[in-house]
Nanobody
Framework: QVQLVETGGGLVQPGGSLRLSCAAT????????MGWYRQAPGKQRELVASIRLGNLNYADSVKGRFTISRDNAKNTVYLQMNSLKPEDTAVYYC?????WGLGDYWGQGTQVTVSS
C-alpha cells in the first residue's frame, strides 16, 4: 500500500506562484510514476505533469509555467507553479502509479484558487 499526502495549496493572485508537495509513504519505488492531476468544477480530471526516471511530461496548458520534480530520498514530488492564471483554479491531486498495473494511488487533493 501507498499513502500520499499533499500540501501547499491555497489562494493566490493571478501571476503569482505556489509550490505543491506530495509525500509518499509505504511501498514506494524510485521507478514508480508520480504525477499531478487537477479537476476543476464541472470538468474531468486531467493530467498536469508526471515524472518517471527523470522523464518529464506536461500538459500543453502548463508548459513553461509549471515544473515537476522529485526527491527520491524523501519519496516526495513537487509541483512549482508560476505565472498562475484563473483557469489553473482546481483541486490538485497527487498520483503514484506502479508498473504492470500493480497499483494506482491518489492523494486527498489540495485546493488551488487563482483569483484577484
Amino acid at each position: 500500500q501507498v499513502q500520499l499526502v499533499e500540501t501547499g495549496g491555497g489562494l493566490v493572485q493571478p501571476g503569482g506562484s505556489l509550490r505543491l508537495s506530495c509525500a509518499a509513504t509505504g511501498r514506494v519505488s524510485s521507478i514508480d510514476t508520480m504525477g499531478w492531476y487537477r479537476q476543476a468544477p464541472g470538468k474531468q480530471r486531467e493530467l498536469v505533469a508526471s515524472i518517471r526516471l527523470g522523464n518529464l511530461n506536461y500538459a500543453d496548458s502548463v508548459k513553461g509555467r509549471f515544473t515537476i520534480s522529485r526527491d527520491n530520498a524523501k519519496n516526495t514530488v513537487y509541483l512549482q507553479m508560476n505565472s498562475l492564471k484563473p483557469e489553473d483554479t482546481a483541486v490538485y491531486y497527487c498520483n503514484l502509479r506502479k508498473d504492470w498495473g500493480l497499483g494506482d494511488y491518489w492523494g486527498q487533493g489540495t485546493q488551488v484558487t487563482v483569483s484577484s
